[in-house]
């Protein structure tokens, strides 16, 4: 299936900006010989590296479908949320590593965020406009209810953590909710939610600026701060969970 003419721009300024952030990442930690420092590296490196293979296969029109909802065709990209099932876990797990929270607190935030995606693309491949609001309410809540638990299992894990370590992740945090919420108004406002307000090119734009913003972003706030990892990788009151 083709890729619509007016949204494929968006899709290509996605590959090549998510190639060039996994790029960058690959170049600024090539010569990190820490081996602790270097897991936030390789997680960080994925993130990117999965988005711009996904803005690739939508821009070549592989991972596009149609859904025809009360007689109007739905263009849905199902790449985006094969995505976002992977790269969103991998930001979670930066950031609980970085805060030093404990193996339930990421399972429990990687558990949230696989079924906040799950439902979200149920959402977005059913073919009653009802429905899919109902499948929209479900992930959204889980979104909320995800990053409440965020904030509270950070706040928890605060006092084991320096200064400047606590800093990082709060802005890192902070980064995460404020573009994740705006996904879900995205996807009621345009097309996958029927409702139309947002037509399909500027939706296209949004969710790629969006994807850039919390992947290449996210990766090069956490990245650039090497004694802020240094800090991380070598503290010794680091529960068990996050250095194993």
Known sequence: MATPGS??????????GMTLGMLGFIAKGWSVT???QQRFY?????IPATAAVSYFAMATGFGLTEIT???????????????????TPLLLIDLALLAQASRNTIYTLVGLDVLMIVTGLVGALAATPAIRIVWWGISTALLLFLLYFLVQSLNEAASRQTESVRSL?????????VLWLAYPVVWILGTEGTI???????????????????????????????NVLDEVAHTESAPSAAVD
């Not at 949204?7 to 090549?16: A, F, R, V």
């Not at 009360?70 to 976002?84: E, F, S």
């Not at 992740?169 to 909710?177: P, Q, S």
């Open 196 to 226: 139309g307000l947002v037509p399909l090119y500027v939706e296209t734009a949004a969710f790629m600026v969006l994807d850039l913003t919390a992947k290449v972003g996210f990766g090069f706030v956490l990245l650039r701060s090497h």
């Open 69 to 87: 909802v009360n007689g109007q065709v739905l263009d849905i990209y199902w790449a985006r949320y094969a995505d976002w099932l992977i790269t």
């Open 42 to 46: 390789v997680l960080t490196i994925f």
């Open 169 to 177: 992740t709060t802005t890192l945090r902070n980064m995460l909710i």
């Open 7 to 16: 949204e494929s721009i968006w899709l290509w300024i996605g590959t090549i």
């Open 34 to 36: 820490d081996k602790e």
